[in-house]
């Protein structure tokens, strides 16, 4: 199967990424021997790929280096969630498109993804202690 992304050398999606983990994201990656403090950074309750000199911290300006090992959002990208109308779109900011079908299946995947990813944002911001300002 051609990969329309890696045939082009298209790296956008990992230029400033917000990708959003899941916990099972990044127990796969800490089991490929990383460890969560090079790749997690946390905002706003969310759990996201850290970036490094503007890209993704897993690709080293040629490719993704745990490519076949990436985070499920990143295996579902360019198909994202259009929080206003509530539905999966494929990403506009995404030269490549053209390449990736919106699927019912992919649709149905990414919203059990953020499923996932609004419960364990839930609970992490439930269990952290109340802070006085």
């Not at 995404?94 to 993804?113: A, E, G, M, T, Y």
Request: aromatic residues 8%.
């Amino acid at each position: 199967m051609s990969n329309c992304c890696l045939e082009t050398k298209c790296i956008q999606c990992c230029i400033e990424t917000n990708m959003v983990l899941s916990y099972r994201d990044i127990e796969n990656i800490k089991k490929m021997g990383y460890d969560r403090k090079f790749f997690v950074s946390e905002r706003n309750g969310w759990l996201q790929l850290k970036n490094h000199q503007s890209r993704c911290v897993f690709h080293n300006g040629t490719r993704c280096t745990i490519y076949h090992q990436r985070p499920e959002g990143c295996t579902l990208y360019p198909v994202v969630y259009d929080k206003d109308n509530h539905c999966a779109i494929l990403d506009s900011e995404c030269p490549q498109r053209h390449c990736f079908p919106l699927s019912k299946v992919k649709s149905q995947q990414l919203d059990i993804l953020i499923l996932i990813l609004e419960k364990e944002r839930t609970e992490r911001t439930r269990s952290k202690p109340y802070k006085k300002r």
